[in-house]
């Protein structure tokens, strides 16, 4: 009686002419959305043929590095295998959640980011921004042209935007993008803001701006941001007084809501803060000579619910980035010199300065080489990213201290950082004289054990 459920325990598999003998408290620890969990499943499960074993017909040697990380809930993946090959078969066992929890930390922990991956585009030129999408991937824009990768780093269907300057892009979803350009001169119904599918390139929605009779109009759009209700937000610059922040639905491509603002018509960051509902709206030098950041609900009538402004600030210190951090109700911001600043999200009054210096390379430099020197800040959690030349500096709040920092991993190659971004778990950093980034993750603790519930 005893070797009869012993027996009954016992699952063996074929994949690909190879015999695996198995568990199923082992196979139970894929989950029960996997193949190798449904196999077991009593709410489904396919006939057990006459020999005894189930027949898989993929590559042996990766499922048996997925089987021994169910069996050990470790992954070590030899020297001599691939690694997307492994990330393709975890895909088809739907073992890529338990391959995550192995390889990386469940966030992103700046203080022991380890270098995952250097890579080099194909275009010509600087390329000008990075954003990440929420699942590890990211993207570049690089002129009219917008670089898709998948969370594996291959390159996915490249989108040119008919020779229309990008100003910035992002993430609605892990299978759409949205791109922001320039107005269109000789085409009026081309330039502004529109969707692509990352998959395809294939165009989803031109998003238009009407005015109040309904009339399509003419316009510029500079930053975006996206929300979890559904929506994307973009600045807007018009023909003629039609500055300021417009909404669409991102299903329907259909204008919601157009917040007129002469400022934040201009704005160069927007970031959507989901736990407090708010669009962070700032324009910053060098786009404005004075920094105007401001947190619209558009709950509200008005649009704008607090703001604040260096206008009337004496010194020589300009704004050129800011990020929110809602786990600290503090906006960020750095000026030129690398200084770092923190206002308060609940009143919005003043500047709270710190780590004041000037680096003496900035000193000499002219006007056009020092923008490329300029600080750009990303945050998670209570992390706050700021790069400097070449590095990215990592402080932790609510002191604010200098944690660590991480460099350029090619010396005197890439030139300085240009921009930063973080997602997905993931630092992408972006360099300024080739076409080239850098990707910086977390790998899992080794006292992190990985817990998989599963009801037979």
Known sequence: MRREEDDDHKVKLNVGGKQFVTSRTT??????????????????APEKPDSHEYFIDRNPAYFSLLLDL??????????????KALYREAIYYGLMDRVHMAKWARSLDGNRMRHAASIRGRATGDATAIRAAQDGGCCVANGSMVHVYDWTMEELHPLNLDYHLVNDVGFLDTQRLAVCTCASVDKPSHGGMASFNIRTGKLQHRFQVCNQGGQHKNFTAGALASSSHGHVYASCRGLSAEYGVGVWDQATGEQVDFVYNWPLGDA?????LPESNLLLAATLYPRSDHAHISLMDFREKSGAVLSWTDCHLLDEKVVVDTVAMEDCRTVCVVNQYDNLGFLDMRSMNHVKWCHRNRPPEMVSQSLEEEEKWYSKLAACGTQLFSTKNKSVHVFCAPHWVLTSQVENRRGSCGGAISDIAVGGNRLFVLFNEEDVFDVWETPASVNNTCVYEYDE
């Open 27 to 44: 196979l139970a620890r894929a989950g029960r959305e996997s193949m190798l969990g449904a196999m077991i499943s009593r709410d489904w």
């Open 70 to 83: 169910l069996r050990t809930r470790e992954l070590h993946i030899p020297p001599h295998m691939s690694e």
């Open 268 to 272: 160069g960051k927007l970031q959507w």
